[in-house]
């Protein structure tokens, strides 16, 4: 069983920089798939960036591709989206998700867990 649980969101203006935290709590975190996802009012949830069980391995969606940045740390349990350049379209709750199959870090199946999000809105 792994819980989640998200931090860093809040009010930034329109290129302006974000971190967000996801701090995991389960033994076998080191070995999980780890990925952001949003969801903007009136969307569907999508795919932000994935890391792989190592760090190894990253993948973003094209939307954030160069502005976005995931990573993880295995000894204090916890993994990072900083995001820069930010947008208005970039509006959303995102959440941190995690995967048993480390393999999934481009999350393309569901993944087992989730936290509760993050609230980012961005201004003009």
């Known amino acids: 069983q792994v819980q989640l649980v998200e931090s860093g969101g809040g009010l930034v203006q329109a290129g302006g920089s974000l971190r967000l935290s996801c701090a995991a709590s389960?033994?076998?975190?080191?070995?999980?798939?780890m990925g952001w996802f949003r969801q903007a009012p009136g969307k569907e949830r999508e795919f932000v960036a994935g890391?792989?069980?190592?760090?190894?391995?990253?993948y973003y969606a094209d939307s954030v591709k160069g502005r976005f940045t995931i990573s993880r740390d295995n000894a204090k349990y916890t993994v990072s989206l900083q995001m820069n350049s930010l947008k208005l379209e970039d509006a959303a709750v995102y959440y941190c998700?995690?995967?048993?199959?480390?393999?999934?870090?481009?999350?393309?199946?569901?993944?087992?867990?989730w936290g509760k999000g993050t609230l980012v809105t961005v201004s003009s």
């Open positions: 998700a995690a995967d048993s199959d480390y393999t999934n870090y481009k999350g393309s199946h569901g993944m087992d867990y």
């Open positions: 389960g033994r076998t975190f080191t070995w999980y798939a």
């Open positions: 890391i792989s069980w190592s760090g190894g391995n990253t």
